[in-house]
């Protein structure tokens, strides 16, 4: 988009936003998907193919037993698309209308009106795993507004429109971030003279990020025979962290909460809202100290945490994760990630 939020102007000629290198990312990210959609408005206004470009990524997609490009998916209430349109030309299209509405593609009846997380469940009811929604203003709005999106994509465009008639990024709305709940930026570059920024959205995909970072915290840990390397990363209610940790960080004993902890004031107010993600189950006893992990995160005020692997009963039976729900705090726990953690520990498990 543009500085101002504009997706083209509004004079009926495209206005080129993007440049060919940043078209190579977006393409990579067509690669990596199942399904594409985009709304009926924008099959009539910019007729997209919708394809993987690159010869070598869509050879790949085959090799691994995909269609060479991603399914292409549309909603429409109205029926009104132009059957020789670039979208139908190729590959295979899912068109999502409300009941008695004809479409030139295979048209999937949805009711009286199309709901989106309908149309999410049906997606991944035909194996849509990943879904990639390109545009345009108004199913970027839906899927904004209904939360419904993991992670965005934004590039901006070094100049202004400066036209109020011309489409936005999005339409006015009722959105889940705002002050109080922000999105999470994980990622910025520079791609020629434009600006590529991908902010995660939902909790879940902020957790992998932030557990991940924990997991990877741990491989820094001075080795150890009697104690697993661990590390813990203290995150905000806005995304921004507070402290990093890790087991033996300083050459002692110290676990990886309590060394993230150790950095931070226990009167700072922002760890009232504030998340502790820690690779291994925060401790609920331990031999070496005499407060437990459990306990200081309590202490700390610290509602919520995050982990990847329980502790194996291998030097204490800690039931850190149960001591902390006895003390009301949230705690997750993302088995995905527990391989990461076995690896940094495998002499240990």
Request: net charge negative; charged share 25%; aromatic share 6%.
């Amino acid at each position: 988009m543009s500085l101002d939020g504009y997706l083209d102007d509004a004079t009926g000629r495209r206005l080129v936003l993007s440049n060919d290198a940043d078209w190579d990312r977006v393409d990579a990210v067509r690669a990596g998907v199942d399904a594409i959609l985009v709304g009926a408005n924008t099959i009539r206004r910019d007729n997209p193919r919708l394809l993987v470009r690159s010869e070598r990524r869509r050879a790949r997609r085959v090799a691994d037993g995909q269609s060479s490009s991603p399914v292409k998916v549309t909603i429409t209430a109205s029926g009104d698309l132009d059957p020789d349109a670039a979208f139908f030309a190729t590959g295979r299209q899912l068109v999502y209308a409300p009941d008695g509405v004809a479409t030139p593609g295979a048209t999937v009846p949805m009711g009286a009106r199309v709901d989106l997380a309908a149309v999410l469940a049906d997606l991944a009811g035909r194996g849509v795993t990943r879904l990639m929604v390109e545009g345009g203003t108004g199913m970027h709005t839906a899927f904004l507004t209904a939360g419904l999106a993991d992670e965005l994509h934004l590039v901006l465009a070094p100049f202004f429109v400066g036209d109020g008639k011309a489409p936005r990024f999005v339409h006015d709305g009722r959105f889940p971030w705002d002050g109080e709940r922000r999105a999470t930026l994980v990622e910025t570059a520079a791609v020629g003279n434009v600006a590529f920024h991908r902010f995660l959205l939902s909790q879940s995909e902020v957790d992998k990020h932030w557990l991940a970072e924990a997991v990877e915290l741990s491989g820094n840990c001075p080795p150890s025979t009697t104690a697993f390397a661990v590390g813990a990363v203290v995150v905000d209610g806005h995304g921004e962290v507070l402290a990093r940790g890790y087991s033996r960080e300083d050459g002692g004993t110290e676990h990886a909460e309590e060394a993230a902890l150790a950095k931070l004031d226990p009167a700072d107010p922002r760890l009232r809202t504030a998340t502790i993600y820690s690779s291994l189950e925060p401790c609920g006893r331990r031999a070496s100290r005499p407060r437990a992990c459990a306990e200081l995160i309590t202490a700390a005020g610290i509602p919520r945490v995050v982990f990847a692997l329980r502790e194996p009963p291998t030097f204490v039976d800690g039931r850190g994760a149960e001591r902390l729900l006895a003390a009301g705090v949230e705690v997750v726990e993302v088995p995905e990630l527990a391989d990461g953690v076995r690896a940094v520990n495998r002499d240990l498990l």
